[in-house]
């Protein structure tokens, strides 16, 4: 079946570093993929998607490449914030339909000032 | 700001109360999920409702019990709930069940329910 492995957190940061947190899948056929954050005491948010391999999902400085060779889509931001400070959730859907997002575990990042 | 708007945003309840969760989306979606989450770990699908009807049950307890009176609203009523099931609850919408271009849900920004 399908499923996505994140990287384990916590992820600790200082303010203006270079963030990655990996995150690859297994799945059948050409799966859409994207990074859901969550902010402390709120609700998911879309942060970006790719639809189909070679394709850059962006939003808010953050960025992530579907690489279909390496079955990865790793979430990059070049600065950091302390507003960054969130869980960030990757995510897979099928591409016949359907209704089931298949999450990862999700990695907690604190940037400190 | 989310289109998704659930109240309450917290609940407590005891182990013998009825109580409603409700969530209203404005998108035009025509799915509408129900997920619970457990603290530091990914929200856990309940139900989905897709056209107003339950298309998906994941072998959710019947003190759990949903309704979709429109394609705009969606409720969780419980009753008899245990303190196991304190959690976020968090409303989903999406535009249809998805395709080629993926299956992209918005979040509402959950209930906090507590059971004592």
């Known amino acids: 079946g399908n499923s996505v492995t994140q990287m384990e957190g916590p992820v600790t940061l200082s303010e203006e570093a270079f963030l990655t947190i990996n995150c690859t899948y297994t799945a059948t056929g050409y799966p859409s993929l994207f990074w859901y954050v969550q902010y402390p005491g709120e609700g998911l948010q879309l942060l970006l998607k790719?639809?189909?391999?070679?394709d850059k999902g962006s939003n808010k400085g953050f960025e992530a490449t579907y690489r279909k060779e390496t079955t990865s889509f790793h979430l990059e931001k070049g600065s950091v914030q302390v507003s960054d400070s969130a869980v960030y959730f990757c995510?897979?859907?099928?591409?016949?339909?359907?209704?089931?997002?298949?999450f990862g575990a999700g990695t907690r990042l604190f940037v400190k000032a | 700001d989310t289109e998704v708007t659930q109240t309450p945003k917290h609940l407590v309840m005891g182990m013998t109360n009825k109580k409603s969760l409700k969530c209203e989306q404005h998108m035009g979606h025509r799915a509408m999920y129900w997920y619970k989450q457990k603290a530091k770990k990914p929200p856990e699908l309940m139900f989905v409702y897709s056209y107003e009807k339950l298309s998906i049950n994941e072998s959710v307890p019947s003190r759990f019990s949903p309704e979709c009176p429109n394609s705009s609203l969606l409720n969780l009523h419980l009753h008899a709930l245990q303190p196991e099931d304190s959690a976020l609850y968090l409303c989903a919408s999406s535009q249809d069940g998805g395709g080629p271009l993926g299956n992209t849900i918005y979040f509402g920004e959950g209930s906090w329910l507590t059971v004592v």
């Open positions: 790719a639809t189909k391999a070679d």
């Open positions: 995510a897979l859907t099928g591409n016949t339909g359907g209704f089931k997002t298949i």
